[in-house]
């Protein structure tokens, strides 16, 4: 079993995150291989609260250059996670 380290990297604090928490969803950066169902019981059992609906969002990397070198950013996945009305995550609040 995986622990939330290994999972959940960061919460995501911006602001369409700030706008989101006003309809008691969460978003957090996850692991490339994680999935809804993972995020959803480790929410349960880390947080003690009740998850409703995971949505996962991944994105792609984009091409960058430096002069002459040629790359790309890492590819990340979100997660925006839908809490039961009531419930909050302390992480966030800053509890």
């Known amino acids: 079993m ?3 380290r290994q999972i959940i990297i960061a919460p995501l604090v911006t602001e369409k995150s700030n706008q989101l928490r ?3 969803q969460y978003a957090f ?3 490339l291989w994680a999935n809804k169902l993972q995020i ?3 929410l349960r059992k880390e947080f003690n609260v009740t998850p409703l609906a995971c949505n996962i ?3 792609k990397p984009k091409p960058r250059r430096t002069r002459l070198t040629r790359g790309a950013t890492r590819q ?4 925006i996670v839908t809490l039961k009305e009531g419930d909050t995550i302390a992480l966030f609040e800053g509890t």
């Open 76 to 79: 990340w996945k979100k997660a």
């Open 40 to 42: 959803i019981s480790l």
């Open 29 to 31: 950066k996850v692991h």
């Open 2 to 4: 995986f622990n939330i």
């Open 22 to 24: 006003e309809r008691n």
């Open 57 to 59: 969002i991944r994105n």
